[in-house]
């Protein structure tokens, strides 16, 4: 998964991320962070969740994956 090292970058400044991320013209990111600026939280998920499915992931495993590189246990 490359884009754990984004992850980092992301959670260092998420305000550039997100400025950077709504000019990107990325459809399912823009949507993601219209969800979340309306708090609706059930839709993030199920993004989440469609984009696992898609790459033949499961949500734990991503979760395991992105908590061990941020070194959370």
Avoid: H, W
Wanted: glycine share 8%.
């Amino acid at each position: 998964m490359n884009n754990i090292l984004q992850l980092g970058q992301i959670l260092r400044n998420p305000q550039a991320f997100l400025q950077q991320a709504m000019q990107s013209g990325n459809p399912i990111l823009k949507n993601a962070i219209e969800l979340y600026q309306r708090g609706d939280v059930d839709g993030i998920n199920k993004i989440a969740e469609n984009l696992c499915k898609e790459k033949g992931v499961s949500m734990d495993e991503v979760m395991k994956k992105i908590k061990s590189t941020l070194g959370i246990n």
